[in-house]
């Protein structure tokens, strides 16, 4: 709003050098005459005539003329001059604002196909080919029951560490996801914020403060099916909440394209059920997941965004979040 606000004061006062008339827009860097009583004339050009001044008036439309010797030249030199400086530094000021403008929403809203853009609230999206039709499709959390639009604010859910030791599965359910990919290596963009502080907190004195941060803060796993389920894997937790147990993750590389996490399979995926994960530290993981399928045959995904269908405005307020149950 402020950059908006800035940008409409530059015109204004680019307006101002121009004179009232609306018309004026439309000729050529209107200019004055001055003349040496102190009244000016406006006009788009003029040449001079013997002892007169011809010039074409900005005002009336019209030739006109008047007597050399009434201009007074050396004013008319510098109110020319400091006017086309002052016209040529509004000018450059706005094309500085449209430019940070562009890198901007390059940051928080890149574009990732032709006429296709990530949107500027985040959120976790995945880019998926149809039919030949790229496609832009979302991906929402999911933690068994848990199944909400949260945009870019997301849950963790902290390991029970009450359990000397235990094996716990993360299931979530129905055997498909709602969201498949149509192409074995689909990429998945992320731009998230974590809204459970007190997950956040315990995730973090879990670790330590020498603990060293992942490499790959999300990674993605293959799910298992086993009744009418898709298992994010079967977790032996200790006291302490470490995973002993390694999961069966793909191999992935990730980069950064503007505000958003650029996640690709390493390799082609094979037909099935798979879920994006995010890594609290090298052991521990969010229950709270993303989770999609590649299925080349699958129909195609109601919710897609494509370049003639562009991405809605979403409620970007935080979800309503319960206190957490007693341990």
Known sequence: ?????????????????????????????????????????????????????????????LWEELPKELVDWPSTEKYNQERQSRRAEVAGQLAREESADREAEDMHSPQIAPGLRLPDQGGVFLLDDFHTEVQLVELVQNNGELNKQMGKNILRAAINPLALSSKQTVELK?????????????????????????????????????SPIPAERYRIVRLQTKKNNRVVGNLKIGITGRVSEKENWIRTTSTQVGDWAKITPAEPLEPGEYALVEMLDKTQVNLYVWDFGFNPDAAANPSAWTPSNPAPQQNTAPPSLGKRPPN
């Not at 004026?24 to 788009?44: A, E, F």
């Not at 003029?46 to 900005?58: F, L, M, N, P, Q």
């Not at 990919?181 to 973090?204: K, R």
Request: hydrophobic content about 40%; overall charge positive; proline content about 7%.
């Open 174 to 210: 129905g055997d498909h996801a709602p969201v498949q990919a149509h192409v074995p290596q689909p990429v998945i963009f992320v731009n998230v914020t974590p809204t459970d502080d007190i997950a956040d907190a315990v995730a973090n004195n879990r670790q330590g403060k020498d």
């Open 1 to 61: 709003m402020r950059r908006f606000i800035q940008r409409m004061c530059l015109i204004v006062f680019m307006a101002a050098c121009l004179p009232a008339s609306l018309p004026v827009w439309g000729q050529q860097n209107p200019q004055r005459l001055v003349l040496k009583d102190g009244s000016y004339q406006t006009v788009t050009k003029w040449e001079i005539k013997g002892d007169r001044v011809r010039y074409y008036s900005a005002e009336r439309y």
